[in-house]
């Protein structure tokens, strides 16, 4: 990365399809440049990158996800039963330019990259209270 660049982020959106039919979506942040961290994981009820400015998402934070999960798509093992714990598909791969998981309130300045059209740029808030929060989207 050039020394002229800002530091940035891994962060995908994974469709997460239970073997009883249900599914949701887990966002994955990475907490270094290069992924290798474990990272961490939110349980929402459809893909951030749809929220328009204005609009309110509830998230869930869930266990870390181990780094593999940055490209991995396909059966989720352990949980017991034939079915594991379901499949999962990535829906939307990017960069994270702004983000300090230490304090309060989270602001990212997202770049989702665009796989069948140009790259987005999203700038979200996200307030936790325990493991549960809000998104909130920003104008970028």
């Known amino acids: 990365m050039s020394r002229h660049a800002p530091e940035s982020w891994p962060t995908v959106q994974l469709l997460h399809e239970l073997p009883d039919g249900a599914a949701h979506v ?4 990475g907490m270094d440049p290069e992924g290798r961290q474990p990272l961490i994981t939110f349980r929402l009820p459809r ?10 998402m509830e998230a869930q934070r869930i266990a870390d996800h181990r780094p593999a999960y940055l490209y991995y798509e396909g059966p989720v093992s352990g949980g017991g ?27 990212l300045e997202v770049v989702w990259h ?21 998104i909130i989207a920003e104008s970028p």
Do not use: C, K, M, N
């Open 114 to 134: 665009g796989e069948r059209g140009p790259d987005q740029h999203q700038r979200l808030r996200l307030q936790l209270r325990g493991e549960h929060g809000q």
């Open 81 to 107: 039963g034939s079915g594991g714990r379901g499949t999962v598909r990535r829906l939307r791969r990017g960069r994270i330019h702004r983000f300090d998981p230490h304090q309060p309130v989270w602001i």
């Open 26 to 29: 887990d966002w994955l942040l």
């Open 47 to 56: 893909r951030v990158d749809e929220l328009r400015a204005g609009e309110t």
